[in-house]
């Protein structure tokens, strides 16, 4: 299985709503990402986390809350978001086989297109 | 810190055509990966191929090849026998050593058009 599995495909929510995003992978990979895609752009990295603790964080507006519940679950809630967070939200997994790997390729799931409105 | 750059906002090419999608990169890092992802308009990235920065022999994978030239930091991509299906945007990516993570940092893109 060399998927990664994200929920829901589409979001619309209001900029009072609380939501989250979901990703799940079973690949057995140790490392997760949550990627930002807005239009035209490539993507830019958010949050990285490795063995379900958090090891980057770019500089996330804490509106932004990542979650690793275990080893196969990746969570972003979202609160209190603003219309310029639109944008496609990409996770990724990859196997990390010791700290500093570069030559393991990152899967990506299908992304969430999620409007602030 | 490391840069991608791929100068070509976007490129078309004949069905049945060879196209080169350009990528320079820049780091300081003797170890680095080098990667190719294809982006459909559905959203998803696709993992291409990969060109570890001590391999030797240029990599391939199917109609993708990987031109890798060190001492002038590009690794372009070749896609051989161009196919409708291959419209998309293609983004070259790099990952450099380091203690920590190595997430992978994105070049600005490449959007192919194949005509029949």
């Known amino acids: 299985d060399t998927e990664v599995t994200q929920t829901p495909k589409h979001l619309v929510m209001g900029m009072t709503n609380k939501k989250s995003l979901k990703c799940e992978q079973h690949?057995?990979?140790?490392?997760m990402y949550w990627y930002k895609q807005k239009a035209k752009k490539p993507p830019e990295l958010m949050f990285v986390?490795?063995?379900?603790?958090?090891?980057i964080n770019e500089s996330v507006p804490s509106r932004f809350s990542p979650e690793c519940p275990n080893s196969s679950l990746l969570n972003l809630h979202l609160h209190a978001l603003q219309p310029e967070d639109s944008a496609l939200y990409l996770c990724?997994?990859?196997?990390?086989?010791?700290?500093?790997?570069?030559?393991?390729?990152?899967?990506f799931g299908q992304g969430t297109r999620l409007t602030v409105v | 810190a490391q840069k991608i750059t791929q100068t070509q906002p976007g490129m078309f090419v004949q069905e049945k055509e060879a196209v080169t999608l350009d990528c320079t990169y820049d780091?300081?890092?003797?170890?680095?990966?080098l990667f190719w992802y294809k982006q459909p308009s559905s959203g998803e990235m696709i993992f291409l191929i990969y060109?570890?920065?001590?391999?030797?022999q240029n990599a391939t994978e199917g109609r993708y090849s990987l031109n890798f030239q060190k001492a002038r930091k590009s690794a372009n991509l070749v896609i051989s026998a161009s196919q409708l299906g291959d419209s998309a945007m293609y983004f070259c990516?790099?990952?450099?050593?380091?203690?920590?993570?190595?997430?992978?940092?994105f070049g600005k893109g490449t959007r192919l058009s194949v005509i029949a």
């Open positions: 990724a997994s990859s196997q990390e086989l010791y700290p500093g790997t570069v030559n393991t390729e990152a899967f």
């Open positions: 690949m057995g990979h140790r490392a």
């Open positions: 986390y490795s063995y379900e603790k958090l090891s």
């Open positions: 780091t300081s890092d003797q170890s680095y990966g």
């Open positions: 060109q570890g920065s001590y391999d030797e």
């Open positions: 990516a790099m990952r450099v050593r380091n203690s920590g993570n190595t997430p992978l940092v």
